[in-house]
């Protein structure tokens, strides 16, 4: 698979053209700061501490935590982010289901306690930092195309036009969909 192919099949690109026969969404831009906290080993959210002992949102945090680890820095970008996360979330009607570019977070459900009906920013990047497929999307989907030392080597890279393109989060409408009753559609070139 060639690096535009793959492009083609984020969300980024169909959603515009297909947004009247699809559930509602909102996209998300990921800075690649925001991308690579994302895959960061551990888990740090806003207002909490992570396993490894990181300090709460707005402190700063040691080089080290108190058992000898290193703790994750939150990205410069978070809370614009993260504030874009929860006004998509508001103007879905206050629940989404969430996937990146190609991939949902579908593995990391167990987080939510087996839904992944997120209401919260916090629910959003808990999802997202738990989850294999997530992580793939990030940093192998790319690495993975034939011409990928063109496309950026798994980072934001450019498309066939020379164009960057960077990760997204799309945010949408959730609604209890039966797994049975799912269909995708495909439509040709040209």
């Given at each position: 698979?060639?690096?535009?192919?793959?492009?083609?099949?984020?969300?980024?690109?169909?959603?515009?053209?297909?947004?009247?026969?699809?559930?509602?969404?909102?996209?998300?831009?990921?800075?690649?700061?925001?991308?690579?906290?994302?895959?960061?080993?551990?888990?740090?959210?806003?207002?909490?501490?992570?396993?490894?002992?990181?300090?709460?949102?707005?402190?700063?945090?040691?080089?080290?935590?108190?058992?000898?680890?290193?703790?994750?820095?939150?990205?410069?970008?978070?809370?614009?982010?993260?504030?874009?996360?929860?006004?998509?979330?508001?103007?879905?009607?206050?629940?989404?289901?969430?996937?990146?570019?190609?991939?949902?977070?579908?593995?990391?459900?167990?987080?939510?306690?087996?839904?992944?009906?997120?209401?919260?920013?916090?629910?959003?990047?808990?999802?997202?930092?738990?989850?294999?497929?997530?992580?793939?999307?990030?940093t192998e989907a790319r690495r993975m195309c034939e011409d990928a030392a063109a496309a950026g080597e798994g980072g934001a890279g450019v498309d066939a036009a020379g164009e960057p393109h960077g990760f997204v989060l799309a945010l949408r409408k959730?609604?209890?969909?039966?797994?049975?009753?799912?269909?995708?559609?495909?439509?040709?070139?040209?």
């Amino acid at each position: 698979m060639l690096s535009s192919d793959l492009l083609s099949c984020g969300i980024d690109r169909w959603y515009p053209d297909l947004r009247r026969l699809t559930i509602r969404s909102v996209l998300v831009p990921l800075p690649s700061d925001f991308a690579a906290y994302l895959v960061a080993d551990g888990v740090v959210l806003p207002g909490g501490d992570d396993e490894a002992g990181a300090s709460p949102a707005g402190e700063e945090a040691d080089d080290e935590s108190a058992d000898g680890s290193a703790a994750l820095a939150l990205p410069a970008s978070f809370e614009a982010v993260r504030r874009a996360i929860d006004d998509g979330i508001e103007r879905l009607g206050g629940a989404v289901f969430v996937k990146l570019n190609w991939s949902a977070p579908r593995d990391a459900a167990w987080v939510l306690g087996g839904s992944l009906k997120c209401t919260s920013s916090e629910d959003v990047l808990l999802l997202l930092q738990s989850s294999d497929r997530a992580a793939h999307d990030l940093t192998e989907a790319r690495r993975m195309c034939e011409d990928a030392a063109a496309a950026g080597e798994g980072g934001a890279g450019v498309d066939a036009a020379g164009e960057p393109h960077g990760f997204v989060l799309a945010l949408r409408k959730w609604c209890e969909l039966q797994p049975s009753r799912e269909f995708r559609c495909f439509r040709g070139a040209g």
